[in-house]
């Protein structure tokens, strides 16, 4: 009879647990969506311009981490600017998914592929006030 509610705390626990992990997923999710929808120094949409960036080229952990994704963006910091171009340092968090799938073949790379780092970003400023972001710093892919 232990055994039999063992097992049934141990479903609970489980489901409780998925719940949890839910909850946590759905957190990041409405924090990372925070981060790329607001405005950036007063740009607005930069911020999403600057993770969509980020998404396509960048590299973590010197290559090992190779289709990371920015969570939220913690910090901006002017650089240098002029009349037409904007070079702005980042601060953000990030992850990468992909390191997942490979867990199993390089134990402890997830812990790896998980972290806080800063680039530079260059953004080009049009006269109608609008902005782009034609390059980054940083390790990064081809």
Known sequence: MSRGRSRSAFQRLCRCGGALLLAIATLTACAA???LSRSVLGYEGL?????????????ERNGLCVMPEMDVILTAEVVAEDSEELVIDIGYSW????ALDNERFAPGLITQCIGTSTREFLV??????????????????G
């Open 95 to 98: 992850r990468d998914e992909g």
């Open 47 to 59: 911020g999403r311009q600057i993770v969509s960036y980020y998404r396509g080229r960048a590299l």
């Open 124 to 141: 080009r400023k049009y006269p109608d006030g609008h902005v782009v972001v034609v390059g980054m710093g940083g390790p990064q892919s």
């Open 33 to 35: 969506e925070s981060g």
